[in-house]
């Protein structure tokens, strides 16, 4: 009944949104459309004249008197079957599924933080129309994982040298639905087939300084997030996506600026470009004396609008006043009981750490890039393989024979046993590494012992 009358809600004129009808496809709820705040205030700001600025080389002039503080909370939707908290009839308790707490524990060890071994969920309260429960089922003040740090090498091309960026937390919750906004502003749907899909939420500490450093810390957390298994981390699918806060204020102020939020961002890129233009816009108004025009809000990145000068402020543009911890009114969930962890659970959740094995960072992102190589990998050396060796093989002849041949690590013929044979003829002088790859040629890409001793008679036949 209850369903039926969800369905069946339409919202008339004298009530806070336009008219809006929930509706059926498929045999599913799919979408509404209404007119919503968000859409409005997005298509207001872009009806306003754009304000005229200074060329980009004046701004960069202007932005060496000024440092941003940047955080970015990166959302990670994991690898399950069911959703969050129940996959049993509408209307029952919540129950929390277990593999949620494998993944969050994997992912909490995988960026050295500490676990919390007794967590809880809260309720996070708001109304908005991609949350049909009126509140968000999530983790306030006791997460999962707290106190953390991912080690970084940032590109050559960007400055270059290690940093060290902090991970204040990571915690559980469910997704809310998706809006899709009309382009004129007049209306909105949401996709609610997402509301209720498990996240891990990894909240850095404010510790970058450029766009590129933020992108390359979310760009660590997918490669962790990959080779754990922990999720696919396509971005171009919304399996992980990203909000980050930017601040700026003069060199040497102690007070911190105000903080900008700019929401769902949806590729690295996009998150360097966002946070580099935010910065330009929030040291523009300060240097022309209108910094109090900086508000605490949320803004939207809009990719299209990218210009080859800063000639207006239609990059970023507001998307709602920035709510507070109160106006969330977070209480535990009732509904819950407290998440427990046993130091016999997390050990038995381990983890691999490819620096112990005297590998290159270079070789460590490969390997951990695709959970399916690094797989291949570790039965590799499980056999008994020289550990540079088997990475080596991999990263060169077996990667190009793969892009060559457009084939995956599963198709490939070669298993990782016979990897570690010819590995081990190599290293024990009985062929050399030229004659290893001459076989991988021939026998396109399998290097079975049959056909390895078949290939050895032949060029000892052919010697003597």
Not at 80 to 88: D, H, I, R
Not at 310 to 336: A, C, H, I, W
Not at 352 to 375: C, G, P, T, W, Y
Request: proline share 4%.
């Amino acid at each position: 009944m209850a369903s039926n009358i969800f369905r069946r809600i339409q919202n008339y004129p004298l009530l806070l949104y336009q008219t809006a009808l929930f509706r059926r496809k498929n045999g599913a709820l799919l979408y509404c459309t209404m007119k919503t705040t968000e859409a409005q205030t997005a298509t207001q700001e872009k009806q306003k004249p754009p304000t005229k600025v200074l060329p980009r080389t004046q701004i960069d002039k202007i932005s060496k008197d000024y440092e941003a503080i940047i955080g970015i909370e990166t959302h990670v939707q994991l690898n399950n079957l069911t959703k969050a908290f129940c996959g049993c009839m509408p209307g029952a308790l919540p129950v929390l599924n277990s593999k949620v707490i494998e993944l969050a524990v994997k992912l909490g060890l995988a960026l050295n933080c500490k676990l919390s071994l007794n967590s809880k969920f809260d309720r996070k309260q708001y109304f908005y129309p991609d949350l049909p429960k009126g509140y968000q089922l999530s983790q306030f003040d006791v997460p999962i994982a707290s106190g953390g740090y991912i080690d970084l090498d940032i590109p050559v091309e960007f400055g270059g040298g290690h940093s060290r960026f902090g991970t204040t937390r990571v915690h559980m919750e469910e997704d809310a639905g998706k809006l899709l906004h009309s382009e004129n502003g007049s209306y909105s749907q949401v996709d609610l087939n997402r509301a209720g899909v498990p996240l891990l939420e990894i909240v850095s500490e404010p510790d970058m300084r450029t766009g590129v450093e933020a992108a390359e810390y979310a760009a660590e957390i997918q490669r962790l997030a990959r080779y754990l298994g922990v999720s696919n981390g396509n971005m171009q699918e919304g399996s992980l996506y990203c909000d980050v806060n930017v601040s700026v204020q003069p060199i040497g102020q102690s007070q911190v600026g105000t903080k900008v939020e700019i929401k769902n961002l949806n590729s690295f890129s996009s998150v360097s470009r966002a946070i580099d233009f935010e910065i330009s816009r929030q040291v523009l108004l300060h240097s022309q004396g209108q910094g109090d025009q900086i508000t605490q809000e949320t803004r939207l990145w809009e990719e299209g609008a990218q210009l080859p000068v800063l000639n207006t402020f239609l990059k970023t543009v507001t998307m709602r006043k920035k709510e507070g911890l109160s106006d969330y009114q977070y209480f535990p969930e009732p509904d819950l009981p407290g998440v427990i962890l046993t130091k016999e659970y997390v050990n038995k959740v381990k983890r691999r750490r490819h620096e112990k094995m005297d590998l290159s960072m270079q070789d460590v992102l490969f390997l951990a890039n695709d959970i399916n190589v690094a797989k291949f990998f570790d039965a590799t050396i499980a056999k008994g393989s020289d550990v540079k060796l088997a990475a080596n093989w991999i990263m060169r002849d077996i990667a190009a024979y793969m892009k060559n041949e457009k084939l995956t690590i599963n198709e490939i013929k070669l298993i990782p046993q016979e990897l570690a044979k010819l590995i081990a003829s190599i290293k024990g002088g009985i062929i050399s590494g030229k004659i290893g790859k001459e076989v991988m040629k021939l026998s396109k890409g399998k290097a079975n012992p049959g056909l390895l001793n078949k290939i050895l008679l032949e060029k000892l036949n052919a010697k003597s």
